[in-house]
């Protein structure tokens, strides 16, 4: 069985830095596309960007790009994304993604990150 | 703005059938016929309820139908049910090897 595990809740104040992950199991991690999605408070969904943890090849949304890191270490079948600097603005509810031919079709439980001082 | 253009909302009595379209708003997805649609419930992860226009996963209910008609996607959902009152969301691959979501469609079971 598929499954995408995220790791739990985070709160944090501005200007923390902060590394959520995913884990993968029940497929062959390497020869799948992760990625991850954003759901800000009643808000729809926006694609932030993607990583084929066979070659670390990575692809950004031109929204996150250079607001966060997607990586993955593929021995641990785990995929994180990360900020340097947290905002307000980036309180949200983070899903990642498996990408199947052109669609997304295993999704994590969702880590809800709240930034606030 | 979304490079997919949703309705907000839509509506029907059970029984009934819907469609929610999904306009492709920007030349990055036009012509691409890597068109998914995704059923979330409040508090939960989305789920693949389509993918590739029209192509229903294993599992997914045949009431749910999906279709492209030039640059117009769409989900169709027949014989409605109260279980099926959900957010809906396209979402498109496009030209710059990125994906895009459109801004998302509330249906309402009335």
């Known amino acids: 069985e598929v499954q995408l595990v995220q790791s739990g809740a985070e709160v944090k104040e501005p200007g923390e830095s902060l590394k959520i992950s995913c884990k993968g199991s029940?497929?062959?991690?390497?020869?799948?596309?992760i990625g991850w999605v954003r759901q800000m408070p009643g808000k729809g969904l926006e694609w932030m960007g993607i990583i084929y943890p066979g070659d670390s090849d990575t692809k950004y949304s031109p929204s996150f790009q250079g607001q966060v890191t997607i990586s993955a270490g593929k021995s641990i079948t785990t995929a994180y994304l990360q900020w340097s600097s947290l905002k307000a603005s980036d309180t949200a509810m983070y899903y990642c993604v498996r990408q199947g031919d052109y669609d997304f079709d295993y999704w994590g439980q969702g880590t809800l990150v709240t930034v606030s001082s | 703005q979304s490079a997919l253009t949703q309705p907000a909302s839509v509506s029907g009595s059970p029984g009934q059938s819907i469609t929610i379209s999904c306009t492709e708003t920007s030349s990055d997805v036009g012509g691409y016929n890597f068109v998914s649609w995704y059923q979330q419930y409040p508090g939960k992860a989305p789920k693949l309820m389509i993918s590739d226009v029209s192509r229903r996963p294993s599992g997914v209910s045949n009431r749910f139908s999906g279709s492209k008609s030039g640059n117009t996607a769409s989900l169709t959902i027949s014989g409605l049910q109260a279980e099926d009152e959900a957010d809906y969301y396209c979402s498109s691959y496009t030209s710059s090897s990125t994906w895009v979501f459109g801004g998302g469609t509330k249906l309402t079971v009335l």
């Open positions: 029940g497929y062959s991690f390497t020869t799948y596309w």
